[in-house]
Nanobody
Framework: EVQLQASGGGLVQAGGSLRLPCAAS????????IGWFRQAPGKEREGVSC????????YYADSVKGRFTISSDNAKNTVYLQMNSLKPEDTAVYYC?????????????????WGQGTQVTVSS
């Protein structure tokens, strides 16, 4: 059974940092792409970042480029989203998802499995 567990959310002041781990189980890590998405109240879920652990390819939404870094620890089957220079507009529930194909994908409709979300709140 494929399972994804996102954690690490919390309340942080603007300019601060958080690291969100996504622990995965039930599948071969190298055969999947892992993405991070977020959903703010009243808004659609949007893609933030994605990584393929097989070759380390990454994708970042324009809104987070230069501030967020995605990485993969294959030994731990965990993907991390390091978020620096956080802004109030980064406030959202963050979700990790797995795509049953080791290729970068930006759309949430391209992902097959989802974990529960973790709340990130950035105060001004």
């Amino acid at each position: 059974e494929v399972q994804l567990q996102a954690s690490g959310g919390g309340l942080v002041q603007a300019g601060g940092s958080l690291r969100l781990p996504c622990a995965a189980s039930g599948f071969t890590f190298d055969d999947y792409a892992i993405g991070w998405f977020r959903q703010a109240p009243g808004k659609e879920r949007e893609g933030v970042s994605c990584i393929t652990s097989r070759d380390g390819s990454t994708y970042y939404a324009d809104s987070v480029k230069g501030r967020f870094t995605i990485s993969s620890d294959n030994a731990k089957n965990t993907v991390y989203l390091q978020m620096n220079s956080l802004k109030p507009e980064d406030t959202a529930v963050y979700y990790c998802a797995a795509r049953d194909e080791p290729q970068i994908a930006e759309s949430l409709y391209q992902y097959d499995y989802w974990g529960q979300g973790t709340q990130v709140t950035v105060s001004s």
